[in-house]
């Protein structure tokens, strides 16, 4: 005998009896094959969309390498044009960070006594791209033409020393700031040792050899505690990443001098300040918070002692860049070969004259004209330190460096410019 549920489904008499539970069954099938075609559909348009999504994402990506179109027709011309020589035994310059603080200042000062200047930078986002490129066109206004790429491409590299014979490296792009190091250790590998790595190959690999000059930190004294820092004083005891990378980069240059035969020059600059400067700064980023009525935050040492930078102006910095450029010797390999014994220096950068943050915040509100909400804390480990302060007599001595500026001058000239860039109107001294 059947059972009850063969009678249900198999119909005794075909075409004759249709059993209602049956057909919802089918129904119930056909709606779950239904819902299942269009979820399939979807998955399918989903994954049709983002396929798109991400071709398109690759051409705008391409779009934008290519909108450099570096080794074409016209990029050739662009560099070729900027790296032009208008003076007798001039300089034909790569300066790289071009759109950085110093790069910008150093690359207006070489070209407007008639060296020819080619800029790289990558424009990344540590701070507002938006200064950047504002500091991009102030170069453009002066035929400075700057190439976008990363230092790490070293096929880019390698064109750029092709098309342009480069008397000179500036190297002055790298992972600056020494909190943020905490939060992205990668990036400070990838630029200031793998991408000095890069760069040091093109220049050991041309005919003929540049001399180089680069942007060491006054952060690799690290720890020491003997002042003021010269530089013959310890350096292995570095107190943030940011200085550890340095340093190696100290080591790096060592080796491809001594290999390869390349001139170098290291600069530890120490607290650079002025106009266009980067938001990361604390001068900076003490005046903007000020202006909108934020509160700032001042960091105090053991015992509670303030801390105390040597803050040097941008104009002080770049004679000491210019000068150790014009002092550069020449390398002396060729193709990758060492013909002899080169130049090696290392210089400090700095004003001589450490000033507090205290105070450096009381000039600020002078020339402000409002008064900061001061929030004074302990200082965390993040890889700061309580001093800095440079001798420069070694600078003094071979470079002819004598900075001139005080931070009380300095700084106004940096208010000036923030209110002029930012908009800002002074306003009358205002209560904490």
């Not at 002055?172 to 190091?181: D, I, K």
């Not at 001058?409 to 800002?424: D, R």
Request: proline share 5%; net charge positive; with cysteine.
């Amino acid at each position: 005998m059947p059972s009850v549920n063969e009678e249900l489904l198999l119909p005794s008499t075909p075409g004759k009896f249709k059993d209602k539970s049956h057909a919802m069954h089918r129904q119930f099938y056909r709606c779950f094959a239904s819902t299942s075609t269009m979820f399939l559909w979807a998955l399918f348009l989903v994954a049709l969309t983002a396929s798109y999504l991400s071709f398109q994402s690759f051409v705008d990506s391409g779009n934008r390498y290519f909108s450099a179109a570096w080794g074409d027709v016209h990029w050739e011309k662009q560099v070729k044009s900027s790296a032009q020589i208008h003076r007798q035994n001039g300089f034909s310059v790569l300066v790289t960070g071009a759109a950085g603080f110093v790069g910008t200042h150093v690359s207006l000062s070489l070209k407007k006594r008639g060296d020819g200047v080619v800029g790289l930078d990558n424009f990344n986002s540590y701070y507002d791209p938006a200064l950047k490129q504002a500091r991009k066109k102030l170069l453009n206004t002066q035929n400075i033409f700057i190439v976008e790429g990363d230092l790490n491409d070293a096929r880019m590299i390698a064109r750029l020393f092709e098309i342009v014979p480069f008397t000179h490296v500036m190297h002055l792009a790298a992972q600056a700031g020494v909190r943020y190091a905490m939060e992205n250790p990668q990036s400070y590998v990838h630029s200031n040792i793998a991408g000095l790595v890069t760069l040091l190959e093109a220049c050991k690999n041309a005919d003929p050899q540049p001399a180089v000059v680069w942007a060491s930190s006054s952060s690799v004294y690290g720890l020491n505690e003997k002042v003021p820092f010269s530089e013959s004083d310890r350096t292995d005891q570095p107190a943030s990443l940011y200085a550890a990378t340095k340093k190696a980069g100290e080591e790096i240059t060592h080796t491809y001098n001594h290999i390869y035969g390349l001139s170098i020059t290291g600069l530890r600059f120490f607290t650079v300040y002025g106009p266009w400067g980067r938001p990361d700064m604390a001068y900076f980023s003490f005046t903007r918070n000020i202006l909108q009525g934020k509160p700032i935050t001042i960091y105090r040492g053991k015992n509670r002692v303030d801390l105390a930078r040597d803050f040097t102006y941008i104009d002080d910095i770049v004679k000491g860049c210019v000068a150790s450029l014009d002092t550069a010797k020449r390398s002396t390999g060729s193709g990758g070969k060492k013909r002899g014994p080169a130049q090696y220096r290392i210089f400090n950068l700095g004003n001589t004259s450490p000033v507090t943050v205290p105070m450096m915040v009381r000039i600020l509100e002078g020339h402000l004209k409002v008064k900061a909400k001061k929030n004074v804390i302990s200082m965390p480990g993040n890889g700061d330190v309580p001093f800095t302060h440079a001798n420069t007599s070694l600078a003094r001595r071979e470079l002819g460096y004598k900075p001139t500026t005080d931070l009380q001058t300095g700084l106004k000239k940096f208010v000036k410019w923030y209110l002029s860039y930012y908009g800002y109107k002074p306003t009358i001294m205002a209560s904490p």
